[in-house]
């Protein structure tokens, strides 16, 4: 890979984190409302029982709608938590993680956890559960194509989890999260990038 690659999407990244980071709070919640909706669509008759998601930052789509919607037919919902060696473990969500009261907490950086070393908030441990065993795990973009080819935010984290678990029979569907403008025509794909099976925007879904 050489400089002008490494400039290209090291600025594409940036570009596309800022552009998110301007969206309004009233912009927010209407993205939230669609993807809430278009998840559910997704969702179906899928007997979901372990769902992993994540608390939104940095102007990432938020998906506290369809986790509530998930939390009300029982399905057991997990968090991700950063570990020492590049990995990710997902720990089991408080039951309130995704209330309205518990956001409001969060916005107003009030809540029952801890920042890890990157500042995003983690829950405090509870329990954890293998990403093989989860149903589903929903993540968040900061670019992708039609091919399903993901743009993250650089550091590898969700790349290892989706590596390790294409490598298995039985695996969960793997879902990307991002605002529909966050489309790029085409990414160049590394060997270690990972795609997802499907992508879910405010603005619908598409599988590769």
Known sequence: MDFSFKHTKHALRQHL??????????????????????????VGQHRWQHVALYWP??????????????????????????????????????AQAFSVRHRQQLRQQRWPGKRNRYGLREPI??????????????MPLVGFDRQGQR???GGGFYDRVVARLHRRVRRPQLIGLAHATQEHTQLVSEPWDQAVDVVVTDAGHRRR
């Open 17 to 42: 984190r800022a552009q998110r980071r301007q969206y309004s709070a009233a912009h927010q919640q209407r993205a939230a409302q669609r993807l809430a909706y278009y998840l559910q669509r997704l």
């Open 125 to 138: 441990g509870r329990g954890a559960i293998a990403a093989h065993q989860l149903d589903a795990l929903l």
């Open 57 to 94: 930052s940095d102007g990432e789509i938020d998906p506290s709608l369809f986790a509530r919607y998930l939390q009300r037919r029982g399905v057991r919902l997990y968090l991700p938590v950063v570990l020492q060696r590049h990995g990710l473990r997902f720990v089991e969500a408080p």
């Open 151 to 153: 743009l993250g935010m």
